[in-house]
C-alpha cells in the first residue's frame, strides 16, 4: 500500500487558466488544493473519479437550437438582474435625498 502511495504523490502548481497560481498535492485520488490568492476558498478538497474535467463527447451532443436557447435565457437573467439592481440603486438614492432633505 505504501508503495502504491509513493508512486502517486505529486505538489504541482497552475501558471495558467484556469489555476493561475494555485497550488495542489495529489495524494492518490485525493487531491487536496491551496487556492490562489483573491480565491474566495483557502483550501479545497477534491476527490477525483478518473473522469475528465471536459467530456466533448458531452458538448456535442448539444444541439444549435438547445444552445442558442441557452443563452438567450442567459441573456434574459441578465437583463432581469440589471434591471433590479438599477431599481434597487433607485430606491437607495430616493431615501438617501429624503434624509438630506431640509425639514421646515
Same mark, same amino acid.
Given at each position: 500500500?505504501?508503495?502504491y502511495f509513493r508512486s502517486?504523490?505529486?505538489?504541482?502548481?497552475? !501558471?495558467?487558466?484556469?489555476?493561475?497560481? *494555485?497550488?495542489?498535492?495529489?495524494?492518490?485520488?485525493?487531491?487536496?488544493?491551496?487556492? !490562489?490568492?483573491?480565491?474566495?476558498?483557502?483550501?479545497?478538497?477534491?476527490?477525483?473519479?478518473?473522469? #475528465?474535467?471536459?467530456?466533448?463527447?458531452?458538448?456535442?451532443?448539444?444541439?444549435?437550437?438547445?444552445?442558442?436557447?441557452?443563452?438567450?435565457?442567459?441573456?434574459?437573467? !441578465?437583463?432581469?438582474?440589471?434591471?433590479?439592481?438599477? !431599481?434597487?440603486? *433607485?430606491?437607495?438614492?430616493?431615501? *438617501?435625498?429624503?434624509?438630506?432633505? #431640509?425639514?421646515?
Open positions: 500500500m505504501l508503495k502517486r504523490i505529486s505538489i504541482r502548481r497552475g !501558471a495558467g487558466h484556469p489555476t493561475w497560481g *494555485a497550488t495542489w498535492i495529489d495524494l492518490g485520488r485525493l487531491r487536496l488544493i491551496r487556492c !490562489a490568492s483573491g480565491h474566495p476558498n483557502v483550501w479545497m478538497i477534491v476527490w477525483r473519479r478518473n473522469q #475528465p474535467e471536459w467530456e466533448r463527447r458531452r458538448q456535442e451532443r448539444l444541439t444549435p437550437e438547445a444552445i442558442a436557447a441557452a443563452r438567450a435565457e442567459d441573456k434574459r437573467f !441578465a437583463a432581469e438582474a440589471r434591471q433590479t439592481a438599477l !431599481a434597487e440603486q *433607485a430606491t437607495r438614492l430616493k431615501q *438617501a435625498i429624503q434624509t438630506q432633505a #431640509p425639514t421646515e
